[in-house]
């Protein structure tokens, strides 16, 4: 595929060093990130795998904790169900990533999302230098929409690309970066014949 020309993305990066699982299902089945999450992040970057890649796109649960994004970051965000819900920080969510039990008092909850979102941003950090020494072709991707506060805190201009706006999570322009899938060079609409009429001999009545 590379050598027809083909730019090739590992998409969803996790580090199970944060997430045991990634989500409540693979939770509920026992299927451990790192064994059955296709671009567990330490393997998507490790010397082998990322000579097969072009660059990598950063899962958006991983964005999400790391930044941290959710309905209090503006009212844009605070629209949106995703982040309205709370639907990736609430502590069933959690729980479920990190394979521990949901507490009971409202402080351990509170506690266990900052733990996540900590371990987050510390393997974020660590990831984007790995990235940056691997000299990908493309620069590496946040499945997010970011507001303009964290892609200066992060330093991000310019070294990284946004998966957002209308056409994801968020349903809103998106500040810096839009995604756009092109036809490959020379492509051609098949062409398609009218229908043929039907002779009156071949109808059947009943």
């Known amino acids: ?19 045991c699982f990634d989500g409540e299902a693979s939770r509920r089945k026992g299927h451990r ?4 999450h296709a671009t567990e992040s330490s393997m998507m970057l490790s010397r082998e795998w990322s000579a097969v890649f072009h660059g990598v796109k950063i899962s958006l649960d991983w964005v999400i904790h790391a930044m941290p994004l959710g309905k209090q970051t503006g009212a844009a965000f605070a629209s949106v169900p995703l982040y309205a819900k709370s639907m990736k920080d609430n502590p069933g969510h959690v729980a479920a ?3 521990r039990t949901v507490p009971e008092a409202d402080v351990e909850r509170s506690s266990a999302l900052r733990d ?5 941003r510390v393997e974020l950090q660590a990831a984007l230098q790995e990235v940056q020494q691997h000299r990908f072709d493309i620069l590496p991707v946040l ?6 506060a964290h892609i200066a805190e992060w330093g991000l201009e310019g070294a990284a690309k946004e998966q957002g706006g ?10 810096w970066f839009f995604g756009q899938i092109m036809p490959p060079p020379l492509a051609q609409r098949p062409r398609i014949s009218p229908p043929k009429k039907a002779s009156p001999s071949t109808c059947i009545q009943g």
């Not at 990130?33 to 059955?36: F, M, T």
């Not at 996540?116 to 987050?120: F, I, T």
């Not at 209308?166 to 500040?175: C, I, L, Q, S």
């Open 166 to 175: 209308m056409f994801f999570e968020a349903r809103f322009p998106p500040a």
């Open 97 to 99: 990533v990190t394979g």
């Open 116 to 120: 996540l979102q900590r371990a987050a």
């Open 143 to 148: 499945e997010a929409t970011l507001p303009p």
């Open 1 to 19: 595929m590379r050598e027809a020309g083909v730019k090739l993305l590992a998409d969803d990066l996790l580090p199970f060093s944060v997430y």
């Open 33 to 36: 990130l790192i064994d059955h």
